[in-house]
């Protein structure tokens, strides 16, 4: 197994399984989160997922030296998160909502779970590449990786949630929410 589940802030370790394990599998009903999900299960380091009830949603990369770590996760279950579907900021493609006002909806905490997994999964396909760019605490490098982890990962994933009939909030920016 290469996640680990750890519980915090009073949860039990089966509370905190079950809670991920339910998010997990609404996730699953994306092609793209199940695939991710699967590929993290499958690779030899551990990513470490915290359930708790506190601190800030995030993800953060292992020590240079520390080879078997995919990084850690603290997930607070309680985060409610609004996320803004701004028009002018809306790709001009088919499979987009046709709304046409801003849209605010709120962001499931799964998807807030899927969005810290999409890191984790950026940090793995260039470890080098990610550390080095990661390190420089460049604001704008740092928005350019959380809006690849947006519009690459999180959307699709919601996306596909939204059209299996699931209400999931959506932004085209990092920075769009409430």
């Given at each position: 197994?290469?996640?680990?589940?750890?519980?915090?802030?009073?949860?039990?370790?089966?509370?905190?399984?079950?809670?991920?394990?339910?998010?997990k599998n609404y996730l699953r009903k994306?092609?793209?989160?199940?695939?991710?999900?699967?590929?993290?299960?499958?690779?030899?380091?551990?990513?470490?997922?915290?359930?708790?009830?506190?601190?800030?949603?995030?993800?953060?990369?292992?020590?240079?030296?520390?080879?078997?770590?995919?990084?850690?996760?603290d997930w607070n279950i309680t985060t409610?998160?609004?996320?803004?579907?701004?028009?002018?900021?809306?790709?001009?493609?088919?499979?987009?909502?046709?709304?046409?006002?801003?849209?605010?909806?709120?962001?499931?905490?799964?998807?807030?779970?899927?969005?810290?997994?999409?890191?984790?999964?950026?940090?793995?396909?260039?470890?080098?590449?990610?550390?080095?760019?990661?390190?420089?605490?460049?604001?704008?490098?740092?928005?350019?990786?959380?809006?690849?982890?947006?519009?690459?990962?999180?959307?699709?994933?919601?996306?596909?949630?939204?059209?299996?009939?699931?209400?999931?909030?959506?932004?085209?920016?990092?920075?769009?929410?409430?």
């Amino acid at each position: 197994m290469s996640i680990n589940v750890r519980a915090f802030d009073g949860f039990s370790f089966d509370e905190a399984i079950e809670i991920f394990n339910s998010a997990k599998n609404y996730l699953r009903k994306s092609d793209l989160a199940n695939f991710l999900i699967n590929e993290i299960e499958r690779i030899d380091e551990v990513l470490t997922i915290n359930v708790r009830k506190t601190l800030v949603d995030e993800w953060r990369w292992p020590e240079k030296d520390d080879v078997n770590s995919a990084g850690e996760i603290d997930w607070n279950i309680t985060t409610e998160l609004n996320v803004i579907d701004y028009r002018d900021r809306r790709p001009d493609v088919d499979w987009v909502s046709r709304v046409d006002d801003d849209a605010i909806a709120r962001m499931s905490i799964a998807l807030i779970l899927m969005h810290e997994i999409g890191h984790a999964c950026q940090y793995m396909t260039s470890k080098t590449e990610f550390r080095e760019h990661i390190r420089t605490l460049d604001n704008d490098v740092c928005l350019m990786i959380e809006n690849i982890n947006v519009n690459a990962i999180e959307n699709t994933v919601a996306l596909e949630l939204i059209s299996g009939g699931s209400i999931e909030g959506i932004r085209w920016d990092y920075r769009d929410t409430q």
